[in-house]
């Protein structure tokens, strides 16, 4: 009398013999069990061998939590028994159950991935057996996963061209595309540092996820000293990577601190803005060491490209209210950032009950200049005086120009009037000194009025008036002087 698994063993024989199907079960693009009613293997087709890791002999006899203990999820192994047992079908898809059989694909480099699968769990008519058959849907997931991730980045992008279309401030867009990458790319910190002036020195400018901790290692970071992920992205201008921070010298010095925040390795695409320009680069720093992917390579430099039509915008705007706050000659503030910079000081005066004082100056025998030597000169000469008075001022006073050869000077706080007095003396001594331009010498002198506050007015209007009655007080007086209308 034979048992009810040898039964069904003869009885597949006997189908596969007539059908000639055995080597076709092996030939498929997908996997092939034959359970019998104690859900035992009674047959697998080479495709569950070659993703198992199991030979088929040794896979014969076993039932599959026999050869995955504690690996399957329940609700495979309900499936399972419930269509030996009860002969009632089921589909797993992947969309539901993410977890499956533990199966693993080698990719063309030689690297194990997990295999992503649906099963289809199916009791066969006129026997006991039942049928498990396994669909390989890796490429279609990532598939999925590319358009998703595709839309999302389609979706972020518009956020960040929106905040740039709408003239936001730089960090907030900067920081917008830093929270993007980290979104699509998990468990990775990011950052974007920029060129300074110099062109020399890297210093972070959107470190959003970043601790103050990590942010005082990249404040300057000299292309001229030794060379790190992200110098080398700026000097190659291409993405440079570190694999493996702990095992990479420029890193030794922070090893502690990569290693405390969770930074593994390091990818640095420089951002390239307008007439092939590196102005900084956008660093990315993964929790696990590696290399990043062809998606990743393609999202860091969408994302540089971006930020760097966000810098670009950022410096034409700056350009722009430069030019409708200064003076295009001297670059000196003219009346409308003088009159935003002397409402600001009036404020902070009142409330901390300080003086400041306020000077009107116009310059004596300027029109000569313009007469005898042309324009060109007296423009020259104003950029060279420009230069001059500022050089005699504090970082927190304001020279202004306001008029051809009229300029405002506010100084910020003053302790008497003799203080103002001694600036506005420094002033008259450099405006006086000659100024050669070639062969010519050029020559003026200036009249200099004085206002301070609240002695002589509370208000802005008062005291320029004030200030301007104090200055032709000093034509008056023989020019080249200073006055106080008291």
């Not at 000196?332 to 404020?347: D, I, V, Y």
């Not at 020259?380 to 000077?409: K, N, P, W």
Request: aromatic letters at 4%.
């Amino acid at each position: 009398m034979l048992s009810s698994s040898e039964s069904s063993g003869f009885c597949l024989t006997e189908i596969l013999d007539n059908l000639d199907c055995t080597e076709l079960l092996h030939s498929l693009d997908g996997g092939v069990l034959l359970l019998d009613a104690e859900c035992r293997i009674i047959f697998c087709n080479r495709w569950f061998s070659r993703h198992t890791g199991f030979a088929e002999s040794s896979m014969l006899g076993q039932t599959l939590n026999q050869l995955f203990p504690g690996q399957l999820p329940a609700p495979l192994l309900d499936a399972i028994e419930t269509a030996c047992y009860q002969r009632m079908g089921r589909i797993l898809s992947y969309q539901l159950h993410k977890r499956l059989l533990p199966l693993h694909r080698r990719t063309p480099s030689g690297e194990l991935q997990p295999l992503r699968q649906s099963i289809l769990i199916k009791p066969l008519s006129q026997s006991e057996l039942t049928l498990v058959q396994c669909l390989d849907i890796t490429n279609a997931v990532k598939r999925e996963q590319h358009l998703r991730a595709g839309e999302r980045i389609l979706k972020l992008e518009r956020r960040v061209l929106e905040l740039i279309a709408t003239g936001d401030s730089l960090d907030m867009a900067l920081d917008e595309i830093c929270s993007t990458v980290e979104q699509l790319i998990p468990h990775t910190a990011t950052a974007v540092m920029l060129l300074d002036e110099t062109r020399n020195l890297l210093t972070i400018k959107s470190a959003p996820s970043l601790p103050a901790s990590f942010n005082g290692r990249e404040k300057g970071l000299m292309l001229s000293g030794t060379p790190t992920t992200c110098t080398q992205a700026v000097q190659l201008r291409s993405l440079a990577v570190t694999p493996d921070v702990q095992q990479d010298d420029s890193w030794q010095y922070w090893s502690d601190t990569a290693r405390e925040l969770h930074i593994a390795a390091c990818w640095a695409q420089p951002i390239i803005a307008a007439y092939d320009e590196v102005v900084g680069v956008f660093a990315c720093y993964p929790q696990t060491p590696g290399s990043p992917s062809e998606s990743d390579r393609q999202l860091l430099q969408r994302m540089a490209h971006l930020a760097a039509i966000a810098l670009e915008r950022h410096r034409r705007m700056e350009r722009i209210r430069f030019l409708a706050m200064h003076d295009p000659l001297t670059g000196l503030p003219n009346r409308s950032l003088l009159n935003e910079h002397l409402g600001r000081n009036l404020r902070r005066a009142q409330r901390e009950g300080q003086q400041f004082a306020l000077m009107f100056i116009d310059l004596d025998g300027f029109k000569q200049i313009n007469d005898q030597h042309g324009h060109d000169a007296g423009d020259d000469l104003l950029s060279v005086l420009a230069g001059r008075m500022t050089q005699q001022l504090r970082g927190t006073d304001t020279c202004a120009r306001i008029g051809g050869d009229e300029f405002v000077v506010m100084l910020e706080t003053v302790q008497n009037p003799e203080s103002a007095g001694l600036v506005a003396t420094k002033i008259l001594r450099c405006l006086s000194t000659p100024v050669q331009r070639g062969q010519q010498t050029l020559q003026v002198s200036a009249s200099i009025g004085i206002a301070l506050y609240p002695h002589d007015g509370t208000s802005a209007d008062a005291l320029l008036t004030h200030a301007d009655d104090a200055m032709y007080q000093a034509k008056a007086n023989g020019k080249n002087c200073w006055s106080r209308v008291t």
